[in-house]
T-cell receptor, first 111, second 114 residues
């Protein structure tokens, strides 16, 4: 079983819609949870990270973590065509060094 | 501030040849990581340097892979001899001294072994 699972998509939405992405994880030792955005042929770009359970908001992006259900979410409000990319969730243990990634979800925002 | 840079961006080699990938981390970042994504799989950890020391190389697939970070600045990852299954995208990331959860990635090196 993979430690972090993510639906590969693709997820297609019209411009302006809310994009909802999620991951599940199995390792209870994970304490930090990240979302990366990756454009085609580029490296992953850190969008935001959260510690333990809770919400974090940054502009149009909101990350949520529910440790009781081992569920990670990312919401993108007012989606733009420039948000079209692959979104990767990742997790790391407290004082850990290695990120464990999900497989990524392809998102397409249509004008 | 310059981000993580990697060289080359692409490499096509034949099975049995040697390839060396280079990573320059963000200036001042003591932590340097190598990851790899093979076709159809998720990005996976290879190893972690703290300055010039290997902190964790538990993800290295076998002894055909050799990573170095002389002087604690840039790092190289050598594959010798390369096999077909080594094809994939090799990413380097770096983080500050006490912030291993915020790892910044380079653009990757796309390696194709024929």
């Amino acid at each position: 079983q993979k430690e972090v699972e993510q639906d590969p998509g693709p997820l297609s939405v019209p411009e302006g819609a809310i994009v909802s992405l999620n991951c599940t994880y199995s390792n209870s030792a994970f304490q930090y949870f990240m979302w990366y955005r990756q454009y085609s042929r580029k490296g992953p770009e850190l969008l935001m990270y959260t510690y333990s359970s809770g919400n974090k908001e940054d502009g149009r992006f909101t990350a949520q973590v529910d440790k009781s259900s081992k569920y990670i979410s990312l919401f993108i409000r007012d989606s733009q065509p420039s948000d079209s990319a692959t979104y990767l969730c990742a997790a790391i243990k407290a004082a850990g060094n290695k990120l464990t990634f999900g497989g990524g979800t392809r998102v397409l925002v249509k004008p | 501030e310059a981000g993580v840079t990697q060289f080359p961006s692409h490499s096509v080699i034949e099975k049995g040849q040697t390839v060396t990938l280079r990573c320059d981390p963000i200036s001042g970042h003591d932590n340097l990581y190598w990851y790899r994504r093979v076709m159809g799989k998720e990005i996976k950890f290879l190893l972690h340097f703290v300055k010039e020391s290997k902190q964790d190389e538990s993800g290295m697939p076998n002894n055909r892979f050799l990573a170095e970070r002389t002087g604690g600045t840039y790092s190289t990852l050598k594959v010798q001899p390369a096999e077909l299954e080594d094809s994939g995208v090799y990413f380097c990331a770096s983080s500050g001294e006490a912030t291993q959860e915020t790892q910044y990635f380079g653009p990757g090196t796309r390696l194709l072994v024929l």
